[in-house]
């Protein structure tokens, strides 16, 4: 399993930085145009206007049958609310449509989102 750890600063110009490192882990276990595009969906609706500090690190994870990626870290909290208000389009809407699996982990000193994305999910029917 290969893996890359980006920590970026949170201001939005440095976003497509996250985005080049997507699209390339996951060209190379032949992700679907689609299900890169639903992973750079997902880490800017993770990125976009929340606090936490200057940083976040986005942590990738490339194996045969998926791309696993790890946001954060957020404050305690931050985005619990977020993650069970499921109504409207809101983060949990946007990661329940575009991750295979999303789940927010406590991990050093903070919380983090996991989520996944498997190899073939952009095929016809695959959804």
Do not use: C, Y
Not at 71 to 90: D, M, Y
Request: charged share 30%; glycine share 12%; net charge negative.
């Amino acid at each position: 399993m290969d893996e890359i750890t980006l920590t970026i600063p949170r201001d939005e110009d440095f976003h497509n930085v996250a985005h080049l490192v997507v699209a390339g882990l996951g060209a190379r276990i032949d992700l679907t145009v689609d299900a890169i595009e639903d992973l750079r969906l997902a880490l800017d609706e993770l990125l976009r206007g929340r606090s936490g500090g200057d940083q976040v690190t986005v942590v990738l994870r490339r194996s045969d049958q998926a791309l696993e990626a790890q946001v954060g870290p957020f404050p305690a909290g931050l985005l619990e609310t977020e993650l069970a208000h499921r109504e409207g389009v809101g983060l949990q809407r946007v990661l329940a449509t575009v991750a295979d699996e999303f789940e927010l982990v406590d991990e050093d000193g903070g919380q983090w989102v996991r989520l996944r994305k498997s190899v073939g999910d952009g095929a016809p029917g695959a959804r």
